[in-house]
């Protein structure tokens, strides 16, 4: 029983770290209708500046926060630079666009930073919370973080008129702009959100995962899971799914097939709740006009 | 192919073909071995180009995962040429049934996703492969971590080549018929229902077109034709082990056909060309961060060629033959290359 | 007369000797001015870490070319990415050969790649030397006289921690955690060989991870439930140092041992937490770079010297430098050792002929010894406890 609780407790802190970056796979989806496969190296490398700050000497505080800030121009940026020109290109543009920039961020910062890893500090003490020994401070400092942006961003899309603003030109931008919704905008800003958060997620990874150029390419193979499991268009969802793979991969792994299968059992798992549910558990169900 | 009324005449097409043919069939013999050993695997994966574009370009279902079919080709005929002896050339055949096979099972689920949960399904798929090669259960036949060694065919009938050349006439051989019957496929009946569902199912469905059939049979002649020459690169590189198939070559795969061109046969090479050669350019360029430069150069042709390269020739193309206006020459590359966008 | 005869035989021998000296001999690759020697890596995709090897060899034959490179030939280094993948390394050897014509090829890295151009090196005659991968196939003269490894293989290592374990712990139950590739695997296979017949007794628990995974926490946990008091982590530096912490925070306290190349102070150590380290028990061959009782230390600093002046760019501690540097440094032995006869042939009967051979960055006592039936150059290896601060040496040097 000791053992068991301990891999449930060891899946809640790594199904955070997924839930993290999987929200900000959401927003950008949310806010542009795509998934961007280089949402894990551009958070790698948002946690590489903010570790620059903290290296030069900066406070963790306005490190994050600064980071934060940088990341959320960087992310407007790339969407008025790279994606613009592809907004209207077929689908399969875009995801090379992505693929390209996957490469480009995470070659660059391998050359910048090397391949050693580094370690990267947390907020939170260093000792367990209550002297437990299922999770420690920082896991769970990480997983409340991931669900304080969860309601952040669920009160910003719901309730005010520049959120409901970004949905509508996402998900259907001729009417947007009939209403006088500038949709371009809209959509650099949703890329500005989505890199913002996945700074976010990146300097909550980092202490658990240490930083390197690959941090990411795991997470982010998980982070998709948990995407697809809970909805690609709903936050909750996505933190949900999170949570449920990182716990069923461990218990899966740990009690029914062994580690060497762990991950082709877990996405069997997501393919087949995708049949019975094919927009995931929480998504939006399409309906397709003739 | 589906814009007859800009296509050139039969037979000067012909022609036109049968000249390329006759340079692919010379090439061998006026490069070094090394490079023909290269120019093999351009025919490799202008094959494996082509069954992905006959799914994702023609019929609209993104495949991230066609890394997992090759993997299966390829280990196909490394396992029936190591362990029970076949002929190189009788493994194509095999490997391509029970990539057909694969294919077709795999469609099934496939049929209720779309868009992006089938690109990410699909891309699991390809993710899973590496582990599931070694796992201990099939590994004394896939050779677990270690992967299959095989042997390189000599020419036969004793003609006297080098092993290289014969194996790229062989590939070119292949090439050729899957690229006839390709052809005909989707130019036939049953190409305008792939290409139909793609663009209007319901439409499509209301014609009396059999989707859901439609679709798991293209799924699985796409995995076949990603079988085949799954098996044929085996074949020329002499090994298969787990770390030749990873998540980057399905990704790869999809950046040949976006590069050479979506739903474009002729793409295929253009495609090819790219994933061989520019990676090397790349290293060439900067030992410090070679896919750095490899990005930049997906950047650029993407921007500079919307189409792919396909789409690109055929446009200075029509403008060398006169088609002056640019609305004209646009709608009728568009009707080719661009496959609408998932809803 | 007996003398005489033996006297004349020598001198004989020694005219034969100084005529073949004096007769230059080339094979592809070789002239009076230069020698191409070729190299694959990972300089992009997921193993990139790899790509400072090769780099810190450019490095040091850059060096010895200002120095005026050997026996008055300047070394034409050509590397090349390969990604790890082997389809691409059998095609950029394939152009180093055919193409470029290099003498030979040097410390091409990874198992799997090496394992695909193992049949295409012996079948040209083209030596493979020193490969970069501490597989225990490749010191096979007699199928394979064209391939010589370099580092102390992994099976080996394994070997002596099983060793070490049953003399000291002889009724342990042992916990493994292993990289589920051809590297996690060897080392768990020189582990149950070193156990022998007891292993499958003794060993209660192996767990792998996937070089996908984004941490090895609940394979501990899982470790930790089997009730093992000793733990062998055979991973790669990122998950050692996750091994690491997480059995100390667990509050697990097995006796703990860690593979050889994992055992950085800088990148894995103190990423893991010092504290946390604290009674490590590995195996070393080279000197680490982050290591506090090697900072005086002369080759130490020539060693920094190098890297500062060659390759600024490079990482000062990063154990994967000082491994490039080391294996770059017994090559230019090789080649110095070849004369003027820079034929492959000859390449393969020096490098086989290398006669303890002790490079500075080597741990004192431990010298690169090869015959023509022994192609493991380094197989000496010493192990070592961490206190909280240094790896502590102690016992002898092992292995022949």
Redesign the interface.
């Known amino acids: 029983m000791e053992a068991f609780l301990h891999q449930v407790f060891s899946g809640l802190a790594t199904g955070g770290i997924y839930a993290s970056l999987a929200l900000a796979l959401v927003m950008i989806y949310q806010s542009t209708n795509h998934i961007n496969f280089a949402q894990g190296e551009m958070a790698m490398f948002s946690t590489y500046l903010a570790w620059s700050m903290i290296d030069a000497g900066l406070a963790y505080w306005w490190a994050f926060l600064l980071t934060v800030a940088i990341s959320f121009i960087t992310g407007v940026v790339i969407e008025r630079i790279i994606i613009r020109p592809v907004e209207r290109a077929p689908v399969l543009s875009v995801v090379t666009v992505f693929v390209a920039l996957l490469v480009i961020f995470n070659s660059v910062a391998g050359w910048i930073f090397t391949y050693t890893i580094k370690t990267f500090p947390s907020p939170f003490p260093e000792q367990p919370l209550f002297g437990n020994r299922y999770i420690s401070s920082h896991e769970l400092g990480a997983i409340g973080i991931t669900l304080g942006v969860l309601v952040v961003l669920y009160l910003f899309f719901r309730f005010t008129p520049l959120g409901l603003a970004m949905r509508a030109a996402a998900q259907n931008a001729t009417s947007s702009r009939l209403s006088g919704i500038r949709v371009g905008w809209m959509l650099a800003l949703g890329w500005g959100l989505a890199a913002a958060v996945g700074a976010v997620a990146g300097m909550l990874i980092a202490p658990i995962v240490y930083l390197d150029p690959n941090m990411m390419s795991g997470v982010l193979l998980y982070a998709f899971a948990a995407a697809l499991v809970g909805g690609i268009d709903s936050p909750f969802g996505a933190v949900l799914g999170g949570f449920l793979v990182g716990v069923l991969e461990n218990l899966i792994g740990a009690y029914v097939v062994g580690t060497e299968l762990k991950l082709t059992v877990a996405l069997v798992l997501i393919i087949g709740v995708l049949v019975f549910k094919p927009t995931g558990l929480f998504g939006r169900v399409f309906v397709s006009r003739v | 192919m589906f814009n007859r009324q800009i296509a050139k005449s039969p037979n000067r097409q012909i022609a036109g073909l049968a000249v390329l043919l006759a340079l692919a069939i010379a090439l061998p013999f006026l490069v070094?071995?090394?490079r023909v050993?290269?120019l093999n695997?351009v025919l490799v994966y202008a094959i494996v180009l082509l069954g992905l574009n006959i799914l994702?370009g023609f019929n609209g279902q993104?495949s991230l995962g066609h890394g997992a079919f090759y993997a299966i080709g390829a280990y196909v005929a490394a396992i029936l040429m190591d362990h029970f002896g076949w002929p190189y050339w009788t493994t194509l055949p095999a490997a391509g049934v029970v990539c057909f096979a694969f294919g077709f099972l795999f469609g099934l689920?496939a049929l209720?996703?779309?868009?992006?949960?089938l690109?990410?399904?699909t891309?699991?798929?390809a993710?899973?492969m590496p582990?599931?090669l070694?796992?201990?259960h099939v590994e004394q036949w896939t050779g677990?971590?270690?992967?299959i060694?095989i042997v390189k065919p000599d020419a036969p009938f004793g003609l006297k080549i080098t092993p290289d050349q014969w194996l790229y006439l062989f590939t070119l051989a292949i090439l050729v018929v899957m690229f006839v019957v390709g052809w005909n496929l989707l130019r036939g009946r049953t190409g305008r229902a792939i290409v139909a569902i793609r663009d209007?199912p319901?439409?499509a469905e209301a014609m009396g077109v059999n989707i859901a059939l439609y679709k798991t049979l293209t799924f699985g002649v796409s995995a076949l034709y990603t079988g085949v020459a799954g098996a044929l690169?085996a074949i020329v590189?002499?090994?298969v082990?787990?770390?030749?198939f990873?998540a980057?070559?399905s990704?790869n795969f999809?950046?040949g056909?976006?590069?050479g061109g979506?739903g474009s046969i002729s793409g295929a090479f253009y495609g090819a060309l790219f994933i061989q050669f520019v990676?090397?350019f790349?290293?060439q360029i900067s030992?410090?961060?070679?896919?750095?430069i490899?990005?930049?150069f997906?950047?650029a042709f993407?921007?500079l060629m919307?189409g792919g390269v396909a789409g690109f020739v055929r446009l200075a193309w029509l403008r060398i033959r006169g088609v002056r206006t640019r609305a004209n020459a646009r709608s009728a590359l568009s009707e080719m290359t661009?496959?609408r966008?998932?809803? | 007369m007996k003398r005489k005869l033996l006297a004349g035989l020598g001198l004989m021998a020694c005219v034969l000797a100084s005529s073949a000296a004096a007769e230059k001999k080339y094979d592809p690759g070789a002239t009076d001015t230069e020698i191409k020697i070729g190299h694959t890596n990972p300089y992009s995709g997921p193993a990139s870490a790899y790509g400072t090897i090769g780099r810190s060899e450019a490095a040091y034959f850059k060096m010895i070319n200002e120095q005026g490179g050997i026996n008055g030939r300047k070394i034409v280094f050509i590397s090349l990415d390969d990604g790890y993948s082997p389809p691409r390394t059998v095609e950029q050897v394939r152009k180093l050969v055919e193409e470029e014509q290099v003498l030979l090829l040097f410390q091409s890295l990874g198992t799997p790649s090496n394992t695909a151009i193992h049949k295409y090196m012996n079948a040209k005659k083209v030596p493979q030397l020193f490969v970069s991968t501490g597989a225990t196939k490749w010191g096979d003269p007699q199928n394979f006289p064209w391939t010589m490894g370099w580092q102390p293989n992994y099976q080996t290592e394994a070997h002596l921690y099983a060793k070490y374990l049953l003399q000291k712990k002889p009724a342990a139950k042992i916990a493994v955690l292993y990289q589920n590739d051809d590297y996690g695997k060897d080392y768990l296979k020189g582990l149950r060989d070193g156990l022998g017949s007891q292993a499958d007794s003794l060993i209660v628990s192996a767990v792998s991870y996937e070089v996908t995974d984004p941490t090895v926490d609940s394979q501990i946990v899982t470790l930790q439930g089997s009730g093992a008091d000793a733990l062998f982590i055979f991973a790669t530096p990122k998950f050692a140092a996750q091994a690491i912490r997480k059995t100390y925070d667990v509050g697990w306290k097995p006796m703990m041992f860690l593979n050889n190349v994992s055992s950085s102070v800088a990148s894995v150590l103190q990423p893991a937490g010092l504290e946390k380290s604290i009674g490590l028990v590995t195996a070393l061959y080279f000197k680490d770079p982050t290591d506090p009782q090697w900072a005086n230390d002369p080759a130490m600093k020539e060693w920094q010297g190098m890297m500062k002046k060659y390759y600024p760019d490079g990482n000062l501690s990063d154990g994967f430098n000082v491994f490039g540097y080391l294996a770059a440094q017994t090559l230019v032995q090789v080649l110095k050792q070849c004369g003027d006869e820079l034929t492959r042939e000859n390449v393969m009967r020096q490098a086989a002929n290398l006669k303890n051979l002790a490079l500075p960055m080597l741990l004192p006592g431990i010298k690169i010894n090869t015959s023509p039936t022994d192609f493991y150059p380094v197989d000496q290896i010493q192990l070592a406890r961490f206190d909280g601060r240094r790896w502590v040496l102690f016992g002898e040097v092992l292995g022949k």
């Not at chain 2, 209720?112 to 949960?117: T, V």
């Open positions: 070094s071995n090394y050993f290269q695997m994702t993104i689920p209720r996703l779309r868009g992006h949960y690109a990410l399904a891309f699991a798929l993710v899973a582990q599931l070694k796992y201990k677990g971590v270690q992967g060694v209007h319901m439409a690169g590189v002499q090994f082990a787990p770390d030749s990873t980057g070559l990704i999809l950046v056909i976006v590069i979506v990676p090397n790349a290293d030992k410090a961060a070679p896919w750095a490899y990005g930049v997906l950047l993407v921007y919307p661009e496959p966008r998932t809803p």
